[in-house]
């Protein structure tokens, strides 16, 4: 079964930090554009990052500065750092991948496979 899972989420105060998780179960990385989308209560779901096969990442203006993505294709997953976390940032995270080349890589109906989330809540 082909599949994606988030880990890393969690509660943390405002400027702290957390390192997100998407592992690929199933299938291999490594020709693999693999997107961090974010849903808040209330709100679409928006792109915040993504990471092409050959490592060319891109950010929403909302996380530059702030997050960094990265993969490790020999454990088959990438990570999302996320630092200086805001309130505005508490949403599920979710991770995307796709081998397709994307025209739209900011679309998460986009990409072929999803995970279930991970919860983000940044609070004092």
């Known amino acids: 079964q082909l599949q994606l899972v988030e880990s890393g989420g969690g509660l943390v105060q405002p400027g702290g930090s957390l390192r997100l998780s998407c592992v690929a179960s199933?299938?291999?990385?490594?020709?693999?554009?693999i997107g961090w989308f974010r849903q808040a209560p209330g709100k679409e779901r928006e792109g915040v990052s993504y990471?092409?096969?050959?490592?060319?990442?891109r950010y929403a203006d909302s996380v530059k500065g702030r997050f960094t993505i990265s993969r490790d294709n020999a454990k088959n997953t990438v990570y999302l750092q996320m630092n200086s976390l805001k309130p505005e940032d508490t949403a599920i995270y979710y991770c995307?991948?796709?081998?397709?080349?994307?025209?739209?890589?900011?679309?998460?109906?986009?990409?072929?496979?999803w995970g279930q989330g991970t919860q983000v809540t940044v609070s004092s």
């Open positions: 995307a991948g796709t081998r397709r080349a994307l025209f739209r890589p900011w679309v998460f109906a986009e990409y072929d496979y």
């Open positions: 199933g299938f291999t990385l490594d020709n693999y554009v």
């Open positions: 990471i092409t096969s050959v490592s060319n990442v």
